[in-house]
């Protein structure tokens, strides 16, 4: 691997730390503060936005600055939520500021990986990419339990700046403010991060035509034989992921009487999985082998409803590692196989945004259909049971949607995949 590669995934470590360790705090103080437990859910659909109303401009804009640059700018506006949240904000809308500054976060840190490195290392880059992301999130979650418990907690807020009041009051509030120098650090590896070869693509000033150029590059995609079917698995598989960190907390505080601090490790532990799995896949897995994985999909949905039926911690714990697992095993090759058809049918900063819009969009449907549920009363039983249904059933459209291309239209993934096979450069 290239020197810059180990540049970016400090950044992305720093950076991912600190959006995860932030879910934690904000689901705190919305819950401190006496908020109903749809706003609470609604968190994941709020962060997610920023990522669909502005596709059509994130990629470009990626496309036309420096990516480091981009991921510079795109950490401030994160540190600029948090701030908002802490000066009286509503929680949600602050926390949406967040999902603005991750929304042009994401199609610089993965549309990079395509500039810098070669198509025969993008599954081992995203294997380590993702493993570390994963890692981020575990570390991320356990920290943001941890700095709104009763150990940490009180220790932030003896802190105080002579002669200044900060407004700073609860665990909650206290944990964000310390998260802001986790923004800072990443922030600095983003100055780090080396200029590649790849020419810049002028973003232009006409909004409509860049909303044109996305829509085509969306519609390219989703018309490719095997970026369809690999867009259509990263979309499922995020928007599951996204909300599965406050179903866990949901579900631990109803099925084994849990705190945020508690439960926050539980969402630790899926990502141990998950983890696990996505370094296997970068291990054993290759691009032209990526769709194998596709059943692996409707089992995950499936295992999501066994969750209604675990309340001891000891066997949660293993259960959530397998599911995790599963996960990452399945999301490694997918993604890199999404990378590289759309790094060739578009530039890298765009075929990034349109995977993040239709993933986003995903997380948005899926947490809108969960907060939707909380809202009207159901159980976190009940949503949690609709919610796997869900998943392990779109899994099997998807399933069929394969195999269907692989009997009308052999010649083109057959085609495809000898491209996959043999771009090694």
Same mark, same amino acid.
């Given at each position: ?267 630790? #532990? !899926?990502?141990? $999985?998950? /983890?696990? *799995?996505?370094? =296997?896949?970068? %291990? ?7 769709? @194998? #994985? !596709?059943?692996? $999909?409707? /089992?995950? *949905?499936?295992? =999501?409803?066994? %969750? ?7 066997? @949660? ?7 995790? *697992? ?22 890298? *900063? ?76």
């Amino acid at each position: 691997m290239k020197k810059g590669f180990y540049t970016i995934m400090a950044a992305q470590f720093f950076s991912s730390l600190a959006d995860n360790a932030l879910f934690v705090a904000a689901v705190e103080l919305l819950r401190s503060g006496g908020s109903p437990e749809w706003q609470r859910a609604a968190l994941v659909p709020m962060f997610a936005l920023f990522y669909v109303v502005l596709a059509p401009f994130v990629g470009a804009f990626a496309d036309a600055v420096p990516k480091g640059r981009v991921m510079f700018i795109s950490n401030s506006i994160k540190v600029v939520g948090c701030l908002l949240m802490l000066t009286g904000l509503h929680p949600l809308l602050a926390y949406a500021v967040v999902g603005l500054g991750a929304a042009a976060y994401s199609p610089a840190k993965y549309g990079i990986l395509t500039e810098l490195l070669p198509p025969s290392q993008l599954v081992k880059a995203n294997g380590w990419i993702e493993g570390l992301t994963i890692t981020s999130i575990i570390l991320g979650v356990l920290l943001g339990g941890q700095l709104v418990g009763q150990h940490i907690a009180p220790a932030l807020l003896s802190l105080d700046l002579p002669f200044i009041d900060t407004g700073i009051d609860t665990p909650a509030e206290a944990a964000i403010a310390a998260l802001v120098s986790l923004y800072a650090v990443a922030a600095l590896f983003n100055l780090r991060i080396p200029r590649t070869d790849t020419a810049l693509q002028p973003m232009g000033r006409d909004m409509l035509y860049l909303v044109r150029d996305f829509a085509n590059c969306n519609s390219r995609l989703w018309q490719d034989k095997l970026g369809q079917i690999s867009l259509a698995t990263t979309t499922l598989f995020w928007g599951v992921s996204g909300n599965l960190r406050y179903i866990v907390l949901a579900w631990a505080l109803a099925a084994l009487g849990y705190g945020t601090t508690q439960a926050s490790s539980l969402v630790g #532990v !899926v990502a141990i $999985g998950t /983890a696990a *799995g996505a370094i =296997v896949a970068s %291990m054993v897995m290759r691009l032209d082998k990526a769709t @194998a #994985v !596709v059943p692996l $999909g409707i /089992a995950m *949905g499936l295992l =999501v409803i066994l %969750m209604n039926f675990i309340h001891n911690v000891w066997v @949660a714990a293993p259960f959530l590692i397998v599911l995790g *697992g599963i996960g990452g095993y399945l999301v490694v090759p997918m993604n890199a196989l999404l990378q590289h058809r759309g790094h060739n049918l578009m530039g890298a *900063g765009r075929s990034i945004a349109v995977q993040n819009f239709n993933e986003q969009a995903c997380i948005l449907g899926l947490g809108a259909l969960y907060t939707g549920m909380t809202r009207v009363g159901m159980s976190a039983f009940g949503a949690i049971t609709i919610f796997g249904l869900v998943v392990a059933g779109t899994m099997w459209l998807i399933q069929r949607w394969h195999r269907s291309n692989l009997v009308h239209h052999a010649d083109e993934v057959q085609r495809l995949l000898a491209i996959a096979r043999s771009d090694k450069h």
